[in-house]
């Protein structure tokens, strides 16, 4: 028998899937997992896209040791999600090795019955 989850287990089982993709590189999972019309606030301001983000994992440049969130909190808006989470990331992007964590939001809409991904934004934590 299926187990019901509630809309904020739904959102948090959705953000876990998102970070084990990250992890094991599991480019369909992170497609299925991002709306089409997905937009990334990066660090330095820039703005990416669907295509933009999925290109820098198939480059296979970027490998993760670590890959996790946790720390959550959801503002349910209707079918929109405010989840607002840290983040712990380790590895390495084009030769360069990368260890942070990071408190960031993201933002989840319910799309024909699955919660998707539509926008997200992170912060960097003094360590």
Known sequence: MKEILSREEEIIAVEQAWAKAHLNLDLDALENILSDQYRQVQADGKVIGKGELLASYRSGLRKWEIAESDQYEIRLLE???????????????????????????????????????????????GE
């Open 79 to 125: 079918n929109v999600a405010l989840l607002i989470g840290r983040w712990r990331g380790k590895g390495e992007n084009q030769g360069k090795k990368f260890d942070y964590s990071a408190r960031f939001l993201a933002v989840y809409q319910l799309d024909g019955g699955h919660w998707k991904l539509v926008s997200d934004l992170s912060i960097p934590l």
